[in-house]
């Protein structure tokens, strides 16, 4: 089973809206993939109880608790939406089983300033010091007219790593969530371009993305 944690030090960055898209792509790939909300507010959970029937199923687990549920058997990839505002000791517990650390970082002054020291304090961790998960930051929430998204991939290389995408804001992404639905599962032709900006993300993950 390979495992991905969703995480940012500062809230309203998209970390939920992340997760979410990820399980929903993951699972339109066709892996068997579970969800597991580690944030008390429990948004993922309810976009899961929102999630139609006629939807492919996605298992969210409650894991803002001490007492953890166990992932699905058989389960090929777990999402784990980490808690809103934490830092790099908060996450230490999932780091130890995740191979990959998805970090979505908005264009702004203050969520670079914020992230700067999550992205710093996260290589005082063994298992990233010694390369055994990838951490993979995105530009989240962007608008790519304006100079500050420009920026964003530059402010992220001068901290050591490397933007692998940018996701715009778009309004499809809220009104598809409040039926527990992702832009992943929807065919229509007007959401191929959002889909296609998270595949530079997928591909990085080892995942194989149809031309079709």
């Given at each position: 089973?390979?495992?991905?944690?969703?995480?940012?030090?500062?809230?309203g960055?998209?970390k939920?809206?992340?997760?979410?898209?990820?399980?929903?792509?993951?699972?339109?790939?066709?892996?068997?993939?579970?969800?597991?909300?580690?944030?008390?507010?429990q948004?993922?959970?309810?976009?899961?109880?929102?999630?139609?029937?006629?939807?492919?199923?996605i298992p969210?687990?409650?894991?803002?608790?001490?007492?953890?549920?166990?992932?699905?058997?058989?389960?090929?990839w777990?999402?784990?939406?980490?808690?809103?505002?934490?830092?790099?000791?908060?996450?230490?517990?999932f780091?130890k089983?995740?191979?990959?650390?998805?970090?979505?970082?908005?264009?702004?002054?203050?969520?670079?300033?914020?992230?700067?020291?999550?992205?710093?304090?996260?290589?005082?961790?063994?298992?990233?010091?010694?390369?055994?998960?990838?951490i993979l930051?995105?530009?989240?929430?962007?608008?790519?007219?304006?100079?500050?998204?420009?920026?964003l991939?530059?402010?992220?290389?001068?901290?050591?790593?490397?933007?692998?995408?940018?996701?715009s804001?778009?309004?499809?992404?809220?009104?598809?969530?409040?039926?527990?639905?992702?832009?992943?599962?929807?065919?229509?032709?007007?959401?191929r371009?959002?889909?296609?900006?998270?595949?530079?993300?997928l591909?990085?993950?080892?995942l194989?993305?149809?031309?079709?």
């Amino acid at each position: 089973m390979k495992t991905v944690l969703v995480a940012n030090s500062k809230g309203g960055a998209g970390k939920t809206m992340t997760a979410i898209t990820l399980a929903g792509a993951l699972k339109s790939l066709g892996h068997r993939v579970a969800l597991a909300d580690a944030d008390p507010q429990q948004s993922a959970r309810m976009w899961g109880k929102r999630r139609s029937a006629y939807a492919a199923h996605i298992p969210v687990l409650n894991w803002s608790k001490e007492t953890l549920p166990s992932v699905p058997k058989k389960t090929d990839w777990l999402i784990i939406d980490s808690g809103a505002g934490v830092g790099a000791d908060d996450v230490k517990p999932f780091v130890k089983d995740a191979d990959y650390l998805v970090t979505p970082i908005m264009a702004s002054l203050f969520d670079e300033l914020a992230i700067r020291s999550f992205l710093k304090d996260l290589q005082d961790l063994k298992r990233v010091r010694k390369d055994k998960i990838d951490i993979l930051p995105i530009g989240s929430r962007v608008d790519l007219r304006r100079k500050d998204t420009k920026l964003l991939g530059d402010f992220v290389e001068a901290n050591g790593h490397k933007l692998v995408t940018l996701i715009s804001e778009r309004a499809a992404y809220v009104d598809l969530a409040r039926e527990g639905l992702s832009v992943f599962d929807q065919t229509q032709a007007r959401y191929r371009q959002l889909q296609e900006q998270w595949h530079p993300l997928l591909k990085k993950m080892g995942l194989k993305i149809s031309k079709d």
